[in-house]
């Protein structure tokens, strides 16, 4: 099970970009280093120091939203995919009987449901029918998490939900449409998987509804890119120094990162691949909340490596063998 990467005694001090770091100033004079890392981000940059400060960390179970894993919940998950997503496969009978997928496009009102447009050509779909959304969310070419909204397919009535529904489709799309196009399809159950070939876990109506997206999704996708093309190094003594293994890391990727954390996949010596998720010491709310645990968490690993700070803290252990998936 993983855990919090620092001791209980161990807490990040956050400066902010201004602050310089001088021997006035005590915090910084008594940890620095030369040449300490730092991460390369385009537009934001952090200075970062460790203090030792009798200060525990906050638990799991007061983060909100966490899995055993130091995962948000499947209900997150998917709320988030379908906000970053506008393309999916609606799977609906038609009036004939047979089943018929095709792709729309869609957005999401506050509740997470969603809303597709449906051109002439389809409008033969059985009125109230059951149907699935699949939506798929590719990240960084490597992991594909999808989603499946199984619900109803329905016509819009009453104006002012109707009226409410196109405003949702002009936000999303910046045009207006013809709302007598406009569907709505409720939420009965979703069913969340993480990655191709891998089984899903269900998702119930309430529990959808009442999760949160993922606060860092509008920039997640940027920020890894960054690290993916700058931050090898960085990335390569994350898993060394914070995942529990008994070899060198020969390649690494970083794969996504949200409130909690961000995953990785490595391959071995060996050429096996694997898979990883590493928690943030605390949870993250904004860019630059997360690009401040980046540059602490990196600190904080070049000082283990070089032997300037004992490896004080529990590592990761679970991993996860990828069988088809590459790096």
């Known amino acids: 099970m993983t855990t919090h990467l620092l001791p209980t005694s161990t807490t990040l001090v956050l ?27 385009s537009k934001w940059q952090c200075a970062a120091a460790v203090s030792l400060v009798s200060q525990p960390p906050i638990p799991q179970s007061e983060v909100g939203g966490v899995s055993n894993n130091g995962k948000p919940f499947p209900a997150e998950v998917s709320r988030t995919i379908l906000e970053l997503s506008s393309v999916g496969t609606l799977s609906t009978p038609t009036q004939d009987g047979w089943p018929l997928g095709i792709a729309v496009r869609f957005a999401v009102d506050p509740h997470g449901s969603p809303l597709i447009f449906l051109n002439h050509s389809t409008s033969k779909f059985a009125p109230d029918s059951k149907s699935t ?25 009453d104006a002012t939900a109707l009226k409410k529904l196109h405003s949702v489709w002009e936000k999303r799309f910046g045009h207006e449409v013809d709302e007598d196009r406009l569907f709505s399809l409720s939420v009965e159950r979703v069913l969340q998987i993480e990655d191709f070939a891998e089984d899903g876990i269900w998702v119930t109506s309430s529990e959808y509804k009442s999760a949160n997206p993922d606060p860092l999704r509008d920039f997640a996708e ?53 898979e990883a998720r590493i928690p943030f010491p605390r949870e993250v709310r904004d860019e630059k909340g997360a690009k401040s645990s980046f540059n602490c968490m990196s600190q904080l690993a070049w000082e283990v490596e070089k032997n300037f700070h004992a490896a004080e803290f529990v590592k990761v252990k679970q991993l996860k063998k990828m069988e088809h998936g590459g790096l």
């Open 222 to 274: 940027r920020m890894i890119e960054e690290i993916n093309t700058n931050n090898r190094e960085d990335i390569l003594r994350f898993c060394n120094i914070y995942i529990d293994l008994d070899f060198q890391v020969c390649d690494a990727k970083m794969l996504w990162v949200d409130r909690l954390g961000f995953d990785v996949r490595f391959r071995s010596p060996r050429n096996d691949v694997f």
């Open 133 to 157: 959304l699949l939506v798929q969310l590719e990240q960084y070419g490597l992991r594909t998490p999808q989603c499946t909204i199984l619900g109803t397919l329905q016509k819009p009535l």
């Open 15 to 41: 400066l902010p970009p201004s602050t310089r770091l001088s021997k006035n100033n005590n915090i910084a004079a008594q940890f620095c280093f030369p040449k300490t890392p730092r991460l390369r981000f």
